[in-house]
């Protein structure tokens, strides 16, 4: 799958996250931070537990509802086998645990906020991001 990134997408896109964000906090007085969300949901108090499932069910959901607004979507498939997405997942889920919080947490609420801590998270995450693709694409030569 290919696509083209537009200004137009990304400046809509960063609207849409903000706005969503903005409407959490303001009418739930909560933080947009899915790993928090996911992770309170587990052991969620019967008041708190249903904005929570909207906002978990929501989000494949509006996956799922992109994918039929354009065909830019169509045809995305994933290639890696279970067991590493899995693996990939559980990874992702101790680092949010080691870091007080995930990416969208830290870069999109936190940094808002001008956390201090969320500034450095993020700083670190893309940091790592970006040693780990040079090492993927240019140490290991994949192209995927």
Same mark, same amino acid.
């Given at each position: 799958?290919?696509?083209?990134?537009?200004?137009? +997408?990304?400046?809509?896109?960063?609207?849409?996250?903000?706005? @969503?964000?903005? &409407?959490? #906090?303001?009418?739930? &007085?909560?933080?947009?931070?899915?790993?928090?969300?996911?992770?309170? !949901?587990?052991?969620?108090?019967?008041? /708190?537990?249903?904005?929570?499932? +909207?906002? *978990?069910?929501?989000?494949?959901? &509006? +996956?799922?509802? @992109?994918?039929? +607004?354009?065909? /830019?979507?169509?045809? $995305?498939?994933?290639?890696?086998?279970?067991?590493?997405?899995?693996?990939? =997942?559980? *990874?992702? =889920?101790?680092?949010?645990? #080691? =870091?007080?919080?995930? %990416?969208? &947490?830290? =870069?999109?609420?936190?940094? @808002?906020?001008?956390?201090?801590?969320?500034?450095?998270?993020? $700083?670190? $995450?893309?940091? @790592?991001?970006?040693?780990?693709? $040079?090492?993927?694409?240019?140490?290991?030569? !994949? %192209? %995927?």
């Amino acid at each position: 799958m290919e696509t083209t990134f537009t200004p137009g +997408a990304g400046v809509l896109g960063g609207l849409l996250i903000g706005l @969503a964000s903005a &409407g959490l #906090l303001l009418a739930n &007085g909560k933080i947009a931070g899915i790993s928090g969300i996911l992770g309170g !949901s587990l052991f969620a108090r019967a008041g /708190d537990l249903g904005w929570r499932l +909207a906002f *978990l069910i929501g989000l494949p959901l &509006g +996956a799922w509802l @992109a994918t039929r +607004a354009t065909s /830019d979507l169509h045809g $995305f498939s994933i290639t890696s086998s279970p067991m590493l997405l899995i693996a990939g =997942g559980a *990874l992702v =889920g101790v680092g949010t645990q #080691l =870091g007080s919080g995930c %990416t969208s &947490g830290h =870069g999109v609420c936190g940094i @808002a906020r001008g956390s201090r801590r969320s500034i450095v998270a993020t $700083f670190a $995450f893309m940091a @790592a991001a970006g040693v780990t693709v $040079f090492v993927v694409r240019h140490v290991l030569g !994949s %192209t %995927t």
